[in-house]
């Protein structure tokens, strides 16, 4: 598994690999709609109309060697400043993927750290997935 952000006009950011030892936990993938629910006059029951703003959390935790601790923390520092970045997130799992475009990053929090090893849990806002294009080959 592998998670992929990219903030609105920004470079490409690896949040975690696992083929690089960047180890993913996937805690939260979910979506859920706005309904409206309107009374009828001497209706037996209520109108429901799906407002189609779907949305929903993907959270994750992602655990990284470094260097030293200095490195530990200037990292967990870039990541902190992110917060409130929109963009694109990207999960990819072997040859599927899951794509959010519009994605806000809403939480960065430090979850565990071991020495030099520590553990980033990411909070993402998204919306609808989008159909992951699909590479030539």
């Known amino acids: ?26 805690e939260a993938l979910g979506a859920q709609a706005v309904e409206q629910v309107t009374e009828l006059f001497r209706g037996a029951s209520p109108a429901r109309f799906p407002r189609g703003n779907a949305r929903g959390p993907v959270v994750f935790t992602a655990g990284m060697a470094h260097a030293d601790l200095d490195a530990a923390a200037a990292y967990y520092r870039e990541m902190a400043r992110r917060v409130n970045e929109r963009g694109q997130l990207r999960l990819e799992f072997g040859w599927e993927a899951l794509v959010w475009e519009g994605a806000l990053l809403m939480a960065v929090e430090s979850v565990d750290r071991l020495g030099v090893y520590w553990r980033l849990r990411y909070r993402f806002s998204v919306g609808v997935v989008e159909p992951a294009p699909r590479e030539e080959v």
């Open 1 to 26: 598994m592998r998670a992929i952000w990219t903030p609105a006009g920004g470079d490409e950011v690896t949040l975690g690999d696992d083929a690089a030892r960047a180890a993913l936990e996937l």
